[in-house]
């Protein structure tokens, strides 16, 4: 006889085709016999419990999560990355009656590259989830030491004065090295790099938006799935919302508000010393590994923004920078990623260098 499999189902209560087929799933399921049952997160038991909390116990001692992602929703989200993040394996499901929401997958990207099942109805559905037998989660890569940042920061398409506030204090007020997803640089952010990403940081800051904002559903989709995959992981996590517009009520406890710009100084003072804490215990219990020299070969980020403080470990030196140096140039253009990012960070840590050892050295004026 097979093993008895147990899953959690994930999605969005407003649909109610979808509340429909999931109501039926697991009488589907039984009624055909197969070894394999589902837990919906509405016969959860809520009362004297934190919302989220029943939800996420129910994750962690699922074999697997059903999610269902016809329409992306900011609680759907949230669970399939606490699911990646405790190494489940995710079933993603589309209803195929539904109208889609096309741009708004292609915007957030995450899951456009991961397969999912389309079904009619709920005995479309238990046919395919009643024969799943491979558990086998997403895989996770180990933490890279040379790749480890203390924080990760997750941006908007614009910066408004509460995103300006915010950059400015981390870099000011946390004085430490971070890693960022800027979509004016990168629009798409990856499965991947979101899990690269978060495994590399010890804590994870995340501004939501309000919905006046054009690109307001996009972003705080993104930040849902990635404070999930944070808890998951078992991350610190810092998540900002202005008073105005609540996140959705099951999560109010996990946010930080702020009516006053000044209030984002004092969330940062609470957060940066777990992290800190963190990160001393992360160090203290992991040990030397032996590796060969290939292995340890660090070829460099792909945004020089994300490691400017590394850079001086494996920049190469060209005509082109000595030029920069001398002064004899004064304009640097190039396609993106050509470096001349990492150009203007080097040349900068060298003329500082310069400057302490011997006399000022000047950049000549250069513009990148």
Avoid at 120 to 140: E, H, M, Y
Wanted: proline fraction near 4%; aromatic fraction near 8%; include cysteine.
């Amino acid at each position: 006889m097979a093993q008895q499999l147990t899953g959690f189902a994930a999605y969005p209560s407003n649909i109610i085709e979808v509340t429909q087929t999931m109501s039926q799933l697991k009488g589907k399921l039984l009624d055909r016999n197969f070894p394999v049952s589902v837990n919906l997160w509405e016969t959860n038991d809520i009362v004297g419990y934190c919302l989220v909390d029943p939800i996420k116990e129910e994750i962690s001692e699922s074999d697997f999560i059903i999610a269902d992602i016809t329409r992306l929703n900011f609680n759907v989200l949230y669970e399939i990355g606490y699911a990646l993040g405790k190494r489940k394996r995710i079933l993603l499901v589309k209803n195929k009656a539904i109208r889609k929401n096309v741009d708004l997958e292609r915007e957030l990207g995450l899951f456009d590259t991961i397969g999912y099942k389309d079904y009619q109805n709920a005995s479309d559905l238990a046919g395919f989830v009643g024969n799943i037998s491979n558990v086998r989660p997403f895989t996770i890569p180990d933490k890279k030491k040379n790749d480890a940042v203390p924080f990760y920061i997750v941006w908007p398409n614009e910066r408004t004065e509460a995103e300006v506030r915010l950059s400015s204090r981390v870099k000011k007020q946390l004085r430490a090295s971070f890693r960022q997803f800027d979509p004016t640089e990168s629009p798409r952010l990856s499965l991947s790099e979101a899990v690269n990403s978060v495994s590399n940081a010890n804590g994870v800051i995340l501004p939501l938006i309000s919905s006046n904002r054009r690109d307001a559903e996009v972003h705080n989709l993104r930040c849902a799935f990635i404070a999930g995959l944070a808890d998951g992981m078992d991350k610190e996590t810092l998540i900002l919302q202005s008073g105005g517009e609540p996140v959705p009520l099951d999560y109010r406890d996990a946010v930080a508000f702020y009516g006053r710009l000044e209030d984002i100084d004092d969330h940062l003072a609470n957060f940066a010393p777990r992290v800190w804490e963190r990160s001393l215990r992360v160090a203290q219990a992991e040990f030397p590994e032996l590796k060969s020299p290939i292995q340890k070969l660090n070829l460099g980020h792909s945004a020089a923004e994300n490691e400017h403080d590394q850079l001086s470990n494996y920049y190469i030196e060209t005509e082109q920078f000595d030029s920069v140096i001398r002064g004899e140039v004064q304009v640097v253009t190039g396609r993106k990623g050509s470096g001349k990012t990492a150009l203007f960070y080097q040349g900068r840590i060298q003329t500082v260098s310069e400057y302490l050892e011997e006399e000022p050295v000047r950049l000549g004026g250069c513009m990148v």
